[in-house]
């Protein structure tokens, strides 16, 4: 099958295709890179479609799985199709703190309208990031209405999945005391909504003591440009008891559409391919320095550099002339 | 005066020679550059002279500038010439969080045995870490036997500071309560030596708590192949009494001297020089896009990008062609 007729399968729904395309992009072999490429660009000239893109963080324990499983039902109840990919750099060592699995997410991954799949196995986080851009890519052009983007905030994977949503959405567990737990200000910044989980049974009366301080902590922070009023928002769902759930969407439908009327939804999609193609310009410049001969030549003049043979500067003078540029 | 004649009066401990060179590895012109490379070379093969380069890192208020005063000045006394170096990353910016001027160490700087030079103004955190190392170098070829490195420990400056010192030590003050103060933990284990300054007057008995809970915090560090039984340590010092200091500089000697005689100093040294290599290149190499005809044509890919013409990955790929890279 060539890469237009995989194209064209894609975009008629065929889930093997999906699936067949996104192993396509997640290969490093270069003649894979290159059918990877000309197939995004087959797909560009072949559909115009845009799903939402939604950026889901939290840490484990927060109940990710059981709420994305809830909220994909919801989704598909009001007849959406909804796919879900995870960025976790870490899969590729432990076996990931996002399982690979489908048994996490068991009714949702037997649903015709849903795909799941786990992160690429790449222990690089500029890899998975690329792929899992890539395969957001497909997933729209396959005609999903929502692509779920899930990671659970190792590193800088946060900011690199909120550079790949629309939204960006914090699920959160309610706090122990009354206190706001040690979620990084950085990450705080990049929410759009945050959502506490767990607002059932005897935990429900501290999931609202927790809504209401990160509702005030969200006030403190600058107000954004691409928010309308009421935005950055914290409010309480149970995934275990599918409540909130048609709420939480709505807030995130309110806000898209907002941001679509001002242009901001353009804007940020705009800004994210600006980000994007720097950071392959530069992880592409520096990788050159990982592969054969390069690689070879590094090792030698870091060895002539540490046994004080050159200085730092001339030997990276040396490295620069050998690989022609600067 | 050419390269080699400079070179022989910064040997011969002429101070204005030694300003002129620091001056000359400041600049950022191309042919400056070409003799600051030069100078380097012609200086290392005159002499192998090798002083203690000690990293002193303390955020404002902890009476830094007091400290290298009353320190400087002891290390005088025992015959020894000690050159002050800063790396202040804000200080092309604000006029920097540490002075420029000379009056902060009024008495050290009129004296003949010392030489302080503050931080080049450089927005770019790269340009100081890369200057300031071969200050340090001209310093060490100019026959100071010990040379200060400060910082206020802004973003990364602490990391460029540990990364060409022999020793990394963090000066603090006593704390309010009995917690420790917010130090990081990534620079609690680059210190070798944690000093709490200001064991004086009212403030003593907080100095000397302060001490304890941090000699108690670095029992619970990880040991580290490069550190003697007992180390690192805590200890209180008074800048202001000039109390402690000889304790301080024997406890950096003896640490120095046992990682000598266990091969510890040398490694470390090496391992320096390798990571300064590999910084350098990189820096290179990310450097071609900021220059003319590439900045030009990254801003147009961007662009391109952003509309929507073309995906980050093919853009990229543009790029790279467009640089002969890769």
Redesign the interface.
Known sequence: MDTDQLADRIVAGDRRALARAITLVESSRADHRDQA?AL??AL?AKTARQAVRIGLSGTPGVGKSTFIESFGMMLLGQGLRVAVLAVDPSSARSGGSILGDKTRMERLSREQGAFIRPSPSQSHLGGVA?RT??AV?LCEAAGFDVVLIETVGVGQSETVVAEMSDIFVLLLAPAGGDELQGVKRGIMEMADLILVNKADGDLKASAVRTQADYAGALRLLRKRPQDPEGFPKAICVSALQEDGLERAWDEMRALVDWRRDTGHFDARR??Q??Y???????Q??????ETGAARAR?DA??EA????RM???????E??DS????
């Open positions: 490429v995004i660009e560009r690329r851009r890539e890519a705009a800004g391919a600006r994007w193609f720097d950071q392959e310009v530069r592409a410049l520096l990788a050159q320095l590094m003049l870091a550099v540490a046994d004080g200085t730092p500067t001339v030997a990276a003078q490295m620069l690989l022609g540029g600067a």
